[in-house]
């Protein structure tokens, strides 16, 4: 009877109004975009723009570095995230199956790292990173995220959900360790590495503390640090803002729809769901 009156779940009568606050945002950005300097300014402030002005784009790209931003943006989020995918995979798939002293105990030392605030860490890697010789450089920004304890915990809760009669099988044909991971183990594991690949875009994308801390060469610069700097103390450029952050959003919501299927299904079979 409830599919004779509504050809969908009731839930969407109220699921749909809520996405609706959380779109209008992006779409608010979008708009904004496309006005005018004297637009933005307006009291009290219009939603949709009297024309499609690219007042905004145009200095975007003419007077700031943004392509080079985004190149380096690129650089940390593609290394970012083959480092999570190699390092977190092997850790996590070491801490389900593998036998070895203190591994209980390496393990919740692995977790017992997320709950240092980043703010304690940022002196000492700093620090660590000037001897190194690597400040002010890309790789000060894509060296903290080669690996995360959320990264191996995923991918540990996602091991242990396959069963383990099809690595004993593989064993018993002559596969090794490491022929089993590569050749049985990773291919099923193909929806928790999309999800680790979108945590690692999104946060490597977005990340703009410790950049800000470690590079101050503009030329070095990732997206949101060359966005942070369109804000001063008197002064906003709010038309290159916009601009700048519809270039720095666009390329996460293609990511986030191209693994939607996947980073739903590791949700439930992880055992992350909310």
Known sequence: MRRRILPFSAWHLLLMPVSLIFVLPLVHMVLASFMTKAELNRFPPRFIPDGLHLDGYRKLFAETHILLWLSNTVVVAAVSVVAHLVLCSAAGYGFARLRFAGRGFAFAAVLATVMIPIQLLMIPTY?????????????????????????????????????????????????????????????LARPALATLAVFTLLSSWNDLLWPLVAISDDHKYTLQVGLASFQGMRRTEWSQLMAGNVVATMPLVLAFLFAQKRFVATMTLSGLKG
Request: hydrophobic residues 60%.
């Open 127 to 187: 620090l660590m990173f000037a001897r190194l010789g690597i400040v002010d450089t890309l790789a000060a920004a894509f060296v903290p995220w080669l690996a995360s304890a959320f990264g191996i915990f995923l991918m540990r809760q996602f091991f242990l959900s396959l069963p383990v009669e099809l690595e004993e099988a593989a064993r018993i044909d002559g596969c090794g360790v490491f022929r089993t991971f590569v050749s049985i183990v990773l291919p």
